[in-house]
């Protein structure tokens, strides 16, 4: 099993994906695996988001797909059971931190603030979803977590942008960010797959 460090490195971007039909999850997936996007999250916000899972684990082995959205130890054993090789919540509770400590499937919590973030630190996290990015105060709170919090390393999700990617991937305590730009809804609804592809080559392009 990959932990999480190694995971946040395969791309600067983790594509953040919400799949309403099952169909398009291994297509999707292969094309922005094919693109430079292996680390890919499904969150876990539709019905048929476990089935997606499951396809991309099963028929994608080029792809690392992860579960997002999680909110208690029921999504995350859920999540497992459907083939996710990583879990990633918008916060955290007590309650999963005991279920990712009980799990070999590494997590990425969110955390906001700098308590939350020295919180998670007590819990033995270095790792953690910057959440939400833009309305939490985006590039320039993360620039001021790194100078008294060193130690972590942050995945910004929630108002990223291919335009807004660099300021925050030219930070030292950015691994990588998540956005679901690359895998626009009108794409994926017209299965143009190429342009999908091209967006995660873009994306790709953006590396630390």
């Known amino acids: 099993m990959q932990t999480i460090s190694a995971i946040l490195a395969l791309g600067p971007v983790v594509p953040v994906l919400t799949i309403d039909d099952v169909e398009t999850a291994v297509p999707l997936a292969r094309a922005l695996a094919k ?7 499904v969150t876990l916000r539709t019905a048929a988001s476990p089935d997606a ?11 690392t797909v992860g579960a997002g959205t999680i909110l208690t130890p029921k999504h995350y054993e859920a999540a497992v059971d459907a083939g996710a090789r990583f879990i990633v919540s918008p916060g955290c509770t007590p309650d999963l931190v005991r279920a990712a400590t009980e799990s070999e499937v590494p997590f990425l919590p969110g955390a906001a603030t700098a308590s939350e973030v020295m919180t998670l630190m007590g819990a033995n996290f270095t790792h ?41 991937l030219a930070l030292p305590n950015v691994a990588c960010v998540g956005g679901s730009w690359v895998a626009p809804a009108d794409a994926v609804k017209a299965r143009d797959w190429g342009r999908i592809e091209e967006l995660a080559r873009a994306a790709a392009a953006l590396r630390k």
């Open 35 to 41: 693109g430079g996007l292996p680390a890919i999250e």
């Open 53 to 63: 899972i499951r396809a991309i684990a099963a028929e994608v082995p080029e792809a």
């Open 128 to 168: 953690m979803k910057f959440f939400p990015a833009g309305p939490a105060g985006g590039v320039k709170m993360l620039a001021a977590l790194a100078a008294p919090l060193p130690a972590v390393r942050f995945c910004p999700t929630g108002g990223v942008t291919l335009e807004n990617a660099p300021d925050y």
